[in-house]
């Protein structure tokens, strides 16, 4: 069982940056593709940026060139930068780990971009 807690959120006014962490426990870290959600209000829960095991990435169109995900498997942790912020970026974040068909997610950390 794999338990993460994630932090960073918070308010940030349009073009702000703010760096989501996500610290795992209970597991072997290293062997879980990681990856950050998000669900705005009244809005499904979207894939916002994923890194697998290996370390490959990929992103939703709407964060490419704005956002960066990254891993520390010495730390079990999982980090999400995100830069030049905009309103619709506002949402609750969803830490998630995966392997094979075991999925885990976090709490969340809400993130409010408003001026």
């Known amino acids: 069982q794999v338990q993460l807690v994630e932090s960073g959120g918070g308010l940030v006014q349009p073009g702000g940056s703010l760096r989501l962490s996500c610290a795992a426990s209970?597991?072997?870290?290293?062997?879980?593709?990681m990856g950050w959600y998000r669900q705005g209000s009244g809005k499904q829960r979207e894939l916002v940026a994923a890194?697998?095991?290996?370390?490959?990435?990929n992103y939703a169109d709407s964060v490419k060139g704005r956002f960066t995900i990254s891993r520390d498997n010495a730390e079990n942790t999982v980090f999400l930068q995100m830069n030049s912020l905009k309103p619709e970026d506002t949402a609750v974040y969803y830490c998630?780990?995966?392997?094979?068909?075991?999925?885990?997610w976090g709490q969340g950390t809400q993130v409010t971009v408003s001026s």
């Open positions: 998630n780990a995966q392997r094979s068909v075991y999925s885990y």
């Open positions: 890194i697998t095991s290996g370390g490959s990435t």
């Open positions: 209970g597991g072997i870290f290293s062997i879980y593709a």
